[in-house]
């Protein structure tokens, strides 16, 4: 796979910025009407490629509490392209696990150095700021392929 270009970059975040203000609503990925976090990429992913890879398969609210497999993050590892963390760019997908012992569990787009956009409970989809809290749970950096 392609490492990704600037423009694909450039395009995963204007797609992204078109869902800000979107109502989080969970295992919903329609802009305007409802997403989460997992919603937010597979709507940049449809906007940038047409349908999605595969369907996402109903998922509970605590699905990652559930077991060991870390399923977002080998999703991600298949149909996006993995890269170091300090390589990631306005318009990567970032995973984050809550605890080092738990698998990953949600998702944002970055938008600009230090900012992301993502869905999350009781939010609309936001931009906001990449914090010392996000950073420590900062699990994995994926890029839209070419």
């Known amino acids: 796979m392609s490492a990704g270009s600037p423009c694909r970059a450039q395009q995963a975040l ?3 910025r078109k869902w800000l203000g979107t109502p989080y609503q969970h295992q919903a990925s329609l802009r305007g009407a409802g ?3 997992l919603g937010l990429v597979r709507g940049v992913w449809r906007a940038l490629y047409g349908g999605e890879p595969f369907a996402v398969p109903p998922y509970g609210m605590h699905w ?3 077991g060991r497999e870390d399923t977002l993050l080998h999703a991600a590892g298949r149909y996006l392209t993995a890269l170091p963390m300090q390589d ?3 318009g990567d997908v970032i995973l984050f696990r809550f605890t080092p012992r738990h ?3 949600h998702c944002a787009i970055l938008s600009a150095p230090g900012r992301m956009i993502h869905a999350y409970w009781g939010q609309c ?3 906001t700021a990449l914090t010392p809290w996000w950073r420590r749970r ?3 950096a ?3 392929p070419d």
């Open 64 to 66: 990652a509490e559930t």
């Open 103 to 105: 698998v990953a569990k």
């Open 138 to 140: 900062m699990a994995a």
């Open 125 to 127: 989809v936001s931009e």
């Open 142 to 144: 994926f890029r839209f």
């Open 88 to 90: 990631a760019a306005p």
């Open 35 to 37: 997403c989460d976090c």
């Open 14 to 16: 204007s797609e992204a």
